[in-house]
C-alpha cells in the first residue's frame, strides 16, 4: 500500500490560489478547473472552491493507489482505534472520512501518480494536544518518522508515494497548510515576486522560511528541510 499526500484548501478565491501555487513552483495537474483543481510537487495541493468565507479551510487527505489498497487502509484505521466513515461521492467514488483521532480523509486517486521529485513538498500541519496517539496512526497506515522534537512538541513524517505530515502540540486542534523546500529559497522567491506576491525570506534557527500572503489573509509558511538537529532526533 503506497500513500501520497494531498492537502485540499477550500476557498472563495481558486484563481488566486492557482496562481500562487503555479508561484511556488507546483505543476498543474490535468482535468482543473474553477471549481476543483490539483497541483503535484511532492505530494499533491489541491484546490476546492467554496461560497462563503466560513467554509475556508485546509484538510489532510491520504491518495492511495487502488481499491484493494483502500480497503486495506480502513481496516488498519479500524485496528487503530481510528473512527472511520465510508461513504460514496459521485464525483470522487469511494471515500474514508476519519473523524478521530487524526482527523483526514483518504481515497484511491490517480493524482497520486502526479507527485513527482520536486524540492517543493507538500506538508500539512495537525495542531492537537495528544501527538503520540496520532503518531501511531500515522506510522500505521505507513507513513515514515522522520524527526521527533527531544520536547515533544514536533514530530513530522514522509509518505512512500509522495507528500509528509506534521504533528505540533497545540492547545487548539486544526489544520495548517504548509510546504517544506528542500533547495534555495530565493528561487520560489523569485518565481511569487513575478506572479505578483510579496515574499519574505526569514531567518529561522532551524533554516530559512519564506512567508507569503495568502489569498485568505494569513502568511502561508515554506520551511526550508531542517539543518539544525539540536533538541531533534532524526529516525533512521
Known amino acids: 500500500m503506497t500513500i501520497t499526500v494531498q492537502q485540499i484548501q477550500y476557498t472563495t478565491d481558486p484563481p488566486a490560489w492557482h496562481a500562487l501555487a503555479r508561484g511556488l513552483g507546483l505543476q498543474p495537474l490535468p482535468g482543473g478547473d474553477d471549481v476543483w483543481s490539483e497541483f503535484a510537487g511532492d505530494g499533491v495541493l489541491a484546490v476546492h472552491r467554496v461560497d ?3 467554509e475556508e479551510r485546509t484538510e489532510i487527505v491520504l491518495l492511495t493507489d487502488s481499491a484493494v489498497a483502500l480497503d486495506d487502509l480502513e481496516r488498519t484505521l479500524v485496528d ?4 472511520v466513515r465510508r461513504t460514496v461521492l459521485d464525483d470522487i467514488g469511494p471515500l474514508l472520512v476519519v473523524d478521530d483521532p487524526l482527523p483526514m ?3 484511491t486517486s ?3 501518480t ?3 521529485s520536486s524540492p517543493l513538498t507538500v506538508m500539512p500541519i495537525w495542531y492537537g494536544a495528544d501527538l503520540a496517539t496520532q503518531a501511531g496512526v500515522a506510522e500505521a497506515v505507513g507513513l515514515r518518522r522522520r524527526l521527533t522534537s527531544d520536547s515533544g512538541v514536533w514530530i513530522d513524517f514522509t509518505a512512500a508515494g509522495g507528500g509528509a505530515l506534521a504533528l505540533h502540540r497545540a492547545d487548539q486542534h486544526g489544520v495548517e497548510l504548509s510546504f517544506e523546500y528542500s ?3 530565493d ?3 523569485t518565481r511569487l515576486t513575478e506572479a505578483g506576491f510579496e515574499p519574505r525570506i526569514i531567518d529561522e534557527a532551524y533554516n530559512r522560511t519564506l512567508r507569503v500572503a495568502r489569498p485568505d ?3 502561508l509558511w515554506v520551511n526550508g528541510v531542517q539543518q539544525d538537529l539540536y533538541g531533534y532526533t532524526r529516525s533512521s
Not at 80 to 83: E, L
Open 114 to 116: 502526479g507527485s513527482t
Open 52 to 54: 462563503t468565507v466560513a
Open 187 to 189: 528561487a520560489p522567491a
Open 217 to 219: 489573509g494569513s502568511d
Open 183 to 185: 533547495g534555495d529559497l
Open 105 to 107: 480523509s483518504a481515497t
Open 80 to 83: 487503530t482505534g481510528s473512527t
Open 110 to 112: 490517480t493524482s497520486a
